[in-house]
């Protein structure tokens, strides 16, 4: 594909925002192909010229100072002529380069390419900061299963963090990408006029300087003095003019560069407040999750601190109703032996009061059979 081909058209997004494409094609353009640098000084070549006469001495006739000035006047006029097709070209690429700034047309569209190009600059960014935010989140979830508030609050201060890194992203670092990418090419366009105009300047200042050479090629040919005299003022004058009309176009381009960038600078903030408008509202709907989550995490763990005190307090009470039953058992055989031993001392009593009484019985009866027997 001929390079010619990627000039934008007029009114296409890539003849206002990226210039650096418009500077390339200002080499397509016709008749601006890029010339031959300006021959040097005539007489140099004159030095150099001598050179094979002089090897070829032996074998041919040594040229005449009319001829070797003639043929100095010849190159001189060469040179001068080059020299002057180069500085125009260079004018003709300078102002056809401030000719594509003249349209402020599409800077609407220009700034809306800034906002597609800084949106895929922190695309990654953002995408990488939801993932955080989302895994964070998700431990927030399980902050709570361990019971210790202390951990539900860590857990909730990274899910922020990371919410806040996806608002940073989204909105700040996007509008910061488009601000960058603004000034960056208004910066190369800058400096694109800077290198047109010198190149401009520098080959008018050559033609200048072949034209002083021309003069001595064309006095020592044997021009007539009013003759050369009035071509070397009519040159400088060319020469010299060309130099102005590059400043002045330098001028222009840097004025018409300012006034662009501030038009897509106008359009590009409001798209800039929107982006970090929408994502604030994004962080606080981030926001509210994080603090419905903690909440739950926060119950959560409330409820396995109270669930871990009751099993604490119902296995203590366990312990206590076993460490006394254990006591009771160990009592029961002390408390049964006092019970024995006045069981058999109410039996030895009653087997001697049974016979204190039969004693008594028997001896009564004695009495009463010997009375008895008396009588």
């Not at 020299?83 to 599409?106: G, R």
């Not at 003069?215 to 021009?223: K, L, P, T, Y």
């Not at 982006?275 to 926001?287: D, I, M, N, V």
């Not at 203590?316 to 006045?342: F, N």
Request: one cysteine or more; a negative charge; hydrophobic letters at 35%.
């Amino acid at each position: 594909q001929h390079p010619c081909s990627v000039v934008p058209n007029r009114g296409s997004i890539m003849a206002r925002l990226f210039l650096a494409v418009a500077m390339v094609s200002l080499l397509c353009l016709p008749g601006l192909a890029q010339p031959a640098p300006a021959p040097a000084d005539s007489t140099e070549q004159d030095d150099d010229s001598t050179q094979p006469a002089e090897k070829e001495a032996t074998t041919a006739p040594k040229p005449s100072k009319e001829e070797l000035a003639k043929q100095a006047l010849s190159r001189a006029t060469e040179a001068h002529k080059e020299a002057l097709k180069h500085a125009d070209d260079a004018i003709k690429k300078l102002k056809a380069f401030v000719h594509l700034l003249d349209d402020h047309a599409d800077a609407k569209t220009a700034a809306s390419g800034l906002e597609e190009s800084a949106q895929k600059d922190v695309e990654k960014s953002t995408e990488d900061a939801e993932n955080t935010f989302r895994s964070r989140l998700r431990t927030l979830v399980k902050s709570g299963s361990g019971g210790d508030s202390k951990e539900v609050a860590a857990a909730a201060k990274k899910a922020n963090r990371a919410a806040k890194d996806v608002e940073l992203s989204a909105g700040d670092d996007k509008a910061k990408a488009m601000r960058k990418q603004r000034n960056h090419i208004q910066k190369a366009t800058k400096e694109e006029a800077h290198t047109l105009a010198r190149e401009a300047r520098e080959g008018a200042h050559a033609a200048v300087k072949a034209a002083h050479t021309l003069e001595r090629a064309q006095r020592h040919a044997g021009v007539k003095e009013d003759i050369y005299e009035r071509a070397l003022d009519r040159n400088e004058r060319i020469g010299e003019g060309m130099e102005d009309q590059a400043q002045d176009l330098q001028d222009k381009a840097e004025d018409k560069i300012e006034r662009y960038f501030g038009t897509v600078e106008g359009r590009a903030e409001p798209l800039e407040d929107d982006a970090r408008e929408e994502a604030a509202k994004h962080f606080a709907a981030e926001r509210r999750a994080v603090r419905g989550v903690t909440k739950q995490a926060g119950e959560e763990a409330h409820k396995v601190r109270a669930a871990a005190k009751k099993a604490a307090a119902e296995a203590k009470a366990e312990a206590k109703a076993a460490k006394a039953k254990e006591a009771s058992a160990e009592a029961e055989p002390t408390e049964a032996a006092p019970k024995e031993a006045k069981h058999g001392t109410k039996a030895n009593d009653d087997t001697k009061a049974k016979h204190d009484t039969k004693a008594n019985d028997d001896t009564k009866a004695k009495h009463d059979t010997k009375a008895n027997d008396d009588t």
